[in-house]
């Protein structure tokens, strides 16, 4: 908002206008996956999930219909269920001089292929600057790759299908602030350290 651009002070017809005016960009979201094997009773080993390229969580209700001859005629529903999903699509990476494809990536194409315990994953995605905006759960994964020509790059179409509840936990990215005229700095730190996974 420019100087000269004062706020209209709120009246009972004129309701105060929001001061969150900056659109969020999709790109927010970072995914990490917990490369302990479910189930071992060590502590997590959170590493980035590299290349995503599209990223979409969804948190879908099983509604019922509870009607019954008292609601005069009105539908009534009750929520009995919640199922959650990530759908994303990842640009397949390998290191540079070995070939070798990314770890995180690797894990979870394994876990797509195996059965038991070790077909799940312990995931967490966040807002990677910062907004209360995280969640972990354990997920079932689909690994599909895309394939293509000759002309097209490696590609992957994966789906995590949660079991059991998405937990909303306290975002591993920290506090951001504002400084003037700046990029967002995390609380903590004086230098302003890169914002975590942006490379990812």
Do not use: C, K
């Given at each position: 908002m420019y100087p000269w651009h004062k706020p209209t002070p709120p009246t009972p017809d004129r309701p105060e206008q929001p001061a969150e005016t900056v659109t969020a960009l999709a790109r927010r979201y970072r995914l990490e996956v917990d490369m302990v094997p479910t189930g071992s009773a060590t502590a997590?080993?959170?590493?980035?999930?590299?290349g995503i390229t599209e990223f979409t969580p969804t948190a879908e209700p099983t509604i019922q219909d509870v009607s019954t001859y008292d609601t005069d005629g009105w539908a009534e529903q009750a929520k009995t269920m919640l199922t959650w999903q990530i759908?994303?699509?990842?640009?397949?990476?390998?290191?540079?001089?070995?070939?070798?494809?990314?770890?995180?990536?690797?894990?979870?194409?394994?876990?797509?292929?195996?059965?038991?315990?070790?077909?799940?994953?312990?995931?967490?995605?966040?807002?990677?600057?910062?907004?209360?905006?995280?969640?972990?759960?354990?997920?079932?994964?689909?690994?599909?790759?895309?394939?293509?020509?000759?002309?097209?790059?490696?590609?992957?179409?994966?789906?995590?299908?949660?079991?059991?509840?998405?937990?909303?936990?306290?975002?591993?990215?920290?506090?951001?602030?504002?400084?003037?005229?700046?990029?967002?700095?995390?609380?903590?730190?004086?230098?302003?350290?890169?914002?975590p996974g942006v490379a990812g």
């Open positions: 997590p080993r959170w590493t980035l999930v590299p759908e994303m699509t990842l640009a397949h990476r390998a290191h540079p001089r070995t070939g070798q494809f990314n770890g995180a990536q690797e894990f979870l194409r394994r876990a797509a292929l195996a059965f038991g315990a070790a077909s799940y994953v312990h995931v967490r995605f966040y807002d990677r600057f910062g907004a209360q905006d995280a969640h972990e759960g354990s997920a079932l994964v689909t690994w599909e790759p895309e394939g293509g020509g000759p002309d097209e790059v490696d590609t992957i179409s994966v789906t995590l299908s949660g079991s059991g509840p998405l937990v909303p936990i306290a975002n591993p990215a920290g506090v951001v602030t504002l400084r003037p005229n700046t990029e967002p700095t995390f609380a903590g730190d004086d230098d302003g350290p890169e914002v």
